[in-house]
């Protein structure tokens, strides 16, 4: 059984060109949870997403930033007109979800966005 | 809202004992986790405490007091390869949405 797959690994974009950050959860795992790292510093939570519904985007910045988990395939965050803040550790996390008894949630490895 | 506070760093000897303080403020509270995180590599899970108590787990051990809004990691015996940042996270039961402290950076000295 496969963990959580992020990718890709590292990533390197230009100022202004789109990164595309691909989640795919642990198999049976329907909760998907999108956190940015800033170097020395901990998680900030971005988005919480189910099966096609988005359930909690309070943590994205309100422009430039998307995020969706359609019903087949994996979740994808989207970053349109990359800046140099945006370079950051991206880490996926998924889970059972509620009422499952399962709520403990498995990271990816992460994927590490340069933007230069 | 929530708020989640953990101290930045901590350092210890090899073969000592560490504490690492937690406390939350969250409405809807439905769980603490700890998570450790080594320099690059993604968090993997240590702990989950839902009832008030201590649960122990080999040389790591986690509590909770849910009327406080407190929980510390225990850390026993402690070995090089436990230098690490040792995340906090409270799960809002409205919602499942986990949101994690700072982190605690511990170095673990020979």
């Known amino acids: 059984n496969a963990g959580v797959m992020q990718n890709p690994r590292h990533l390197v974009r230009r100022r202004g060109q789109e990164a595309r950050l691909r989640c795919s959860p642990m198999?049976?795992?329907?909760?998907v949870y999108w956190y940015r790292q800033l170097p020395e510093e901990g998680l900030k939570f971005m988005v919480y997403l189910q099966k096609e519904n988005i359930i909690d985007e309070s943590g994205m910045p309100k422009e430039r930033f998307s995020a969706e988990f359609p019903k087949e395939g994996p979740s994808i965050l989207r970053i349109q007109q990359v800046v140099r803040g945006d370079s950051a550790a991206y880490f996926c996390?998924?889970?059972?979800?509620?009422?499952?008894?399962?709520?403990?949630?498995?990271f990816g490895q992460g994927t590490r966005l340069t933007v230069v | 809202g929530q708020n989640i506070d953990q101290p930045t760093e901590m350092t210890a000897t090899e073969g000592a004992i560490v504490q690492i303080n937690c406390t939350y403020q969250?409405?809807?509270?439905?769980?603490l986790f700890w998570y450790q995180q080594h320099a690059g590599e993604a968090p993997t899970f240590l702990s989950y405490?839902?009832?008030?108590g201590l649960e122990e787990k080999g040389r790591f051990s986690s509590f909770l007091s849910r009327s406080k809004g407190y929980s510390y990691l225990l850390l026993k015996e402690l070995q090089m390869k436990d230098s690490a940042s040792y995340l906090c996270a409270a799960l809002k039961a409205a919602g499942n949405k986990l949101t994690f402290g700072g982190g605690t950076r511990v170095l673990v000295k020979p």
């Open positions: 996390a998924s889970s059972l979800g509620q009422g499952s008894g399962g709520t403990e949630a498995f």
């Open positions: 198999k049976g795992h329907s909760h």
């Open positions: 969250t409405s809807g509270f439905n769980g």
């Open positions: 405490n839902v009832l008030d």
